[in-house]
């Protein structure tokens, strides 16, 4: 068994309750913090840790921590970002339901650091069964001093709200959200100036992931040190990873980073293995966003070393072999998967998820999901294939926000790698738009 | 036309809209929008205009503020619905578990196509995109509830209890 970070209590019987939590040494990084610890000593001990973004970007958090303005007189807000809607990812909406606590203990020692007073977790309405979940665990802290006036007699105040979303990808982008709980659309903002400047009501302002803020206890109670020894590199700590698809056992894992991508898959502590039966044709890495690649590039690098489950190990090879970890949502395809209609599918999402603002994306995101569609249904031609490359091209970093990036890259990487695939499906359009049937010329691991 | 006599929250609604409208700093109180128009639509299923106006009434903003909000996101309904909304998720992960064949089937058990709310009032019929749910699925959402690892038995089995 690797280290348990985030998960190591999920399974205890009322985990969710105030009272379990706490028995189980919870909170004691509250009391660590607003006791012995100045903010700047939590924001030194997190950026010390090396943890990374987890809900895709990836970038250190006591850097972006550390950016944050703090012209006098000025609220200054975190919101945390429990807007998951990334295909492929659900860990946000695992580790919310059913351990509730480790995120509102995070979110008062980074309140602490960061001198907010009042912080907000946005999450997507659709979740709000997990919302209630997350208002009950507020409740009970609050009742036992941890929240609200003068934690723990440190003299520090927070107040944390819970506010639900409509129903928006879009609103995972940082600045998108900050508009959305204005109480706007949810259209990104030009940056500069960054939230850490101008966020939140136009003050200073950080955006954190929930798996993010779920670390900070862990990393208080044992040190940025002690966090920073677990995983490899740059990668350090563990990822929670939400595997689906075509694998034996679907679910979330937390993995120490490093983690060879073949004890992932194949090791029955994680996904156990490619469905019974079944061969491995392509995955997904890091949520819908990231380039798919076969299942071959998945396992190993062009250089034929072993892949790890890490930010670097990952994206060895760039775009051309490698891929990205994202926010860790892996999905798994077997032979029985269509990539050409699992591309369209996927485009579909990104058209109708754009916000509109802005043209290449508004535009591009309904042209690829157009022309893809009629390839799938047997109405395609060969000069679409080169089309589809074009238009992504043409999005790709043409956009404020990177929802263009994330609509282009899926469909640059599928025709990369599986290009013979959309060109069966053009010249044999009867066999192809018959149900169930696949282009059995892809390689299988 | 709407009555908009009658578009009124609840007694404990409205303390629970007043109290969320506190929350924010002074000034602010638009922050408070995405969170009525949810209580709203519990109360008076969809974003009728009246409905609409009246949440604009409540923040003090224009009513266009409230229409270009509603009509930006997925979950507020736009047009009448059916007593319970099936939001189906037609999404990559939720496909490759079968999805498109159980949500044809549930067309067929509901004899309506996506879009259609049933003659009798009961169900209305919607794709959504992702749920977050995708090591769970098929899946769907009604109101609140994730009905998870579907297949045709279990959706038969839930439109039928809800039938009841």
Redesign the interface.
């Known amino acids: 068994m690797s280290i348990k970070i985030l998960t190591e209590h999920c399974n205890t019987p009322g985990i969710e309750t105030f009272e379990v939590y706490r028995q189980k040494g919870g909170y004691a990084a509250v009391e660590k913090a607003v006791k012995k610890m100045t903010p700047d000593e939590v924001i030194e001990e997190v950026k010390k840790s090396g943890v990374r973004g987890r809900g895709g970007a990836g970038f250190p958090m006591g850097m972006k921590w550390s950016f944050l303005a703090k012209p006098e007189g000025v609220p200054r807000y975190l919101v945390c970002n429990a807007d998951e809607s990334e295909p492929g990812t659900f860990k946000d909406h695992y580790l919310m339901k059913t351990i509730p606590h480790l995120l509102i203990e995070g979110m008062i020692i980074s309140s602490y650091a960061l001198g907010a007073n009042k912080s907000f977790i946005y999450v997507r309405g659709e979740l709000m069964y997990v919302i209630h979940i997350l208002e009950k665990a507020i409740e009970e802290a609050k009742a036992a001093g941890f929240l609200g006036k003068n934690i723990l007699g440190s003299g520090y105040d927070l107040e944390l709200i819970i506010q639900p979303g409509g129903g928006a990808y879009i609103c995972g982008e940082e600045t998108a959200l900050l508009e959305s709980l204005e109480g706007k659309r949810g259209n990104p903002r030009n940056k500069p100036p960054f939230p850490a400047v101008k966020g939140l009501y136009q003050s200073p302002t950080v955006v954190n992931n929930v798996e993010s803020i779920a670390t900070v206890s862990w990393i208080i109670n044992n040190g940025g040190d002690a966090y920073a020894a677990v995983g490899v590199g740059k990668s350090t700590g563990t990822k929670l990873i939400s595997a689906s698809g075509h694998i034996n056992k679907p679910g979330v894992y937390e993995i120490e980073l490093g983690l060879s991508c073949d004890e992932f898959l194949n090791s029955d502590e994680y996904c156990g293995g490619v469905r019974t039966g079944h061969r491995l044709k392509a995955v997904v890495a890091g949520g819908s966003s990231v380039p798919i690649v076969p299942g071959e590039l998945f396992l190993k690098n062009s250089n034929g070393e072993d892949r790890l489950m890490s930010y670097e190990s990952l994206s060895d090879g760039g775009f051309v072999s490698g891929t990205m970890l994202g926010s860790g949502g892996f999905i798994a395809f077997d032979e029985t998967a269509c990539i050409v209609r699992n591309t369209w599918n996927f485009s579909r999402f990104y058209e109708h998820e754009s916000c509109g603002q802005c043209s290449p994306c508004r535009e591009g995101t309904g042209w690829m999901q157009k022309v893809l569609n009629r390839i799938e249904h047997g109405k395609g031609s060969m000069s679409d294939i080169d089309l589809l490359v074009d238009v992504a091209k043409k999005i790709e970093g043409n956009t404020i926000c990177p929802l263009g990036d994330a609509a282009a890259w899926p469909v640059a990487s599928a025709i990369r790698h599986f290009r013979d695939e959309f060109e069966w499906h053009i010249q044999h359009p009867l066999e192809a738009t018959k149900a169930g049937a696949v282009y059995m010329g892809a390689v299988l691991v | 036309m709407t009555d908009n006599n009658n578009i009124v929250f609840t007694p404990q609604r409205l303390a629970k809209v007043q109290e969320m409208i506190a929350?924010?700093?002074e000034g602010?109180q638009?922050?408070?929008?995405?969170?009525i128009?949810?209580i709203a639509q519990e109360q008076f299923a969809w974003m009728s205009q009246g409905v609409m106006d009246y949440v604009a009434s409540l923040?003090h903003i224009m009513p266009v503020?409230v229409y270009?909000?509603a009509s930006?996101?997925?979950?507020?309904h736009l047009e009448p619905v059916g007593k319970h909304v099936i939001?189906y998720c037609?999404?990559?992960?939720c496909?490759?578990?079968g999805g498109e064949e159980v949500f044809d089937h549930l067309q067929q058990k509901l004899g309506i196509k996506k879009g259609e709310t049933t003659s009798d009032g009961l169900f209305t019929l919607k794709e959504?995109?992702?749920?977050?749910?995708?090591?769970?699925?098929p899946c769907f959402?009604i109101?609140?509830?994730?009905y998870m690892h579907l297949n045709n038995q279990k959706v038969d089995e839930i439109i039928e209890e809800l039938s009841k």
């Not at chain 2, 638009?30 to 969170?35: D, E, F, Q, V, Y």
């Not at chain 2, 037609?90 to 992960?93: A, E, K, L």
């Not at chain 2, 959504?128 to 699925?137: D, K, N, Y």
């Not at chain 2, 109101?143 to 994730?146: A, D, G, L, S, V």
Request: aromatic share 14%; proline share 7%.
């Open positions: 929350r924010y700093p602010k638009k922050s408070a929008l995405l969170p128009l949810h923040l503020e270009e909000v930006f996101y997925t979950m507020y939001e037609r999404t990559g992960p496909v490759l578990m959504v995109e992702c749920l977050a749910a995708c090591g769970w699925g959402q109101r609140e509830k994730y």
